[in-house]
């Protein structure tokens, strides 16, 4: 069981939008910056947002990060065919002393 | 352009040792924490272990604890994973990464087997 949880899967069809969710505690979400990646099969995973919100250069701005409490929210809008992968949540964690991931969604565009 | 390589990987057996290697260029390896980051086949991600820019300061995964040490050689712009003890569980293939994943390397895949 991973310590911060997301939803094992998420759909939604071109144009539409979509939001995963990603749920900790006091000690990781509730306390630190929330990072997003993004992984196609067989690649190595990319950094979609971090520090809740911040985009890195060249991640559209289809792609935003949001948080409420102990939880954060990666949004997509305008889905492509192109954004169907796997993402993943991550946290520092005081109580562990360490990163933490969420166990990944993975998004079909249908 | 920032480039990660890591090397090393390969077929071992359950208690064997591998040690990886993360070549950095593109970047000043010394202004930067380093992370490792596995995945298993099939699985999501795990954070194994990073270190802060001099090798003061490492943190680990409590599962690995012990049998993994994170290091680094700035002047040779590396980063190192010994991993000792290895059982069938560590099978993954292990990315090294800039901060928390700003930049990735291709991975290097691990596989603890008789």
């Known amino acids: 069981q991973s310590v911060l949880t997301q939803p094992p899967s998420a759909s939604g069809t071109p144009g539409q939008g979509v939001t ?22 067989g690649t190595a995973p990319k950094l979609l947002i ?25 949004a997509i809008s305008g889905l492509r065919s192109e ?15 360490g990163w933490v991931f969420g166990g990944g969604t993975k998004l079909t565009v249908l | 352009e920032v480039q990660l390589v890591e090397s090393g990987g390969g077929l071992v057996q359950p208690g064997g040792s591998l040690r ?30 990073n270190i802060n820019q001099d090798g003061s300061r490492k943190h680990y995964v409590d599962s690995l604890k012990g049998r993994f040490t994170i290091s680094r050689d700035n002047a040779k712009n590396s ?36």
């Open chain 2, 20 to 49: 990886l290697s993360c070549a950095a260029s593109g970047f000043t390896l010394s202004g930067y924490w380093m992370t490792w980051v596995r995945q298993a086949p099939g699985k999501g991600l795990e954070w194994v272990a």
């Open chain 1, 83 to 97: 954004d169907e992968a796997d993402y993943y949540c991550a946290a520092w964690d005081d109580s562990l002393s």
């Open chain 1, 20 to 41: 995963i969710s990603c749920s900790g505690s006091s000690s990781n979400i509730g306390s630190h910056d929330v990072y997003w990646y993004q992984q196609f099969p």
């Open chain 2, 79 to 114: 980063l190192y994973l010994q991993m000792n003890s290895l059982r069938a569980e560590d099978t993954a293939v292990y990315y090294c990464s800039r901060d928390m994943g700003e930049s990735w390397g291709q991975g290097t895949l691990v596989t603890v087997s008789s």
């Open chain 1, 50 to 74: 971090y520090k809740n919100n911040q985009r890195p250069s060249g991640v559209p701005d289809r792609f935003s990060g949001s948080k409420s409490g102990t939880s954060d929210f990666l």
